[in-house]
């Protein structure tokens, strides 16, 4: 499955985006989708995940209650809206795709990832 990660861009500190990852090629409704980001110098790190049909996500602490991530299995689609944004959100952001059906946190169980979108939360 190719993915195909958008929505990024330059915003001020409490401001708001929506990224949006739209996959390509195999049935998007069989596969568990995560968020990752990766900030200048630092590692990769989980952000969020759904599972296939949407009814299960899970996220990390330092987004937890301002960033939400959802699905449409129609248009192929998974969203992460980002609401209160701080500096330290800084980062490209990449979708993935994992065979699991349940939410998957590690990075290790996706297989399939997207080419990222840069995200600068300005203070």
């Known amino acids: 499955v190719q993915l195909q990660a958008s929505g990024g861009g330059l915003v001020q500190a409490g401001g708001s985006l929506r990224l949006a990852c739209t996959a390509f090629?195999?049935?998007?409704?069989?596969?568990?989708m995560g968020w990752f980001r990766q900030a200048p110098g630092k590692e990769r790190e989980f952000v969020a995940a759904i599972n296939w049909s949407g009814g299960s996500t899970v996220y990390a602490d330092s987004v937890k209650g301002r960033f939400t991530i959802s699905r449409d299995n129609a248009e192929n689609t998974v969203y992460l809206q980002m609401n209160s944004l701080k500096p330290e959100d800084t980062a490209v952001y990449y979708c993935a795709a994992s065979p699991q059906p349940r939410t998957v946190v590690p990075g290790t169980f996706y297989n399939y990832w997207g080419q990222g979108t840069l995200v600068t939360v300005s203070s």
């Open positions: 090629g195999r049935t998007f409704s069989s596969y568990s």
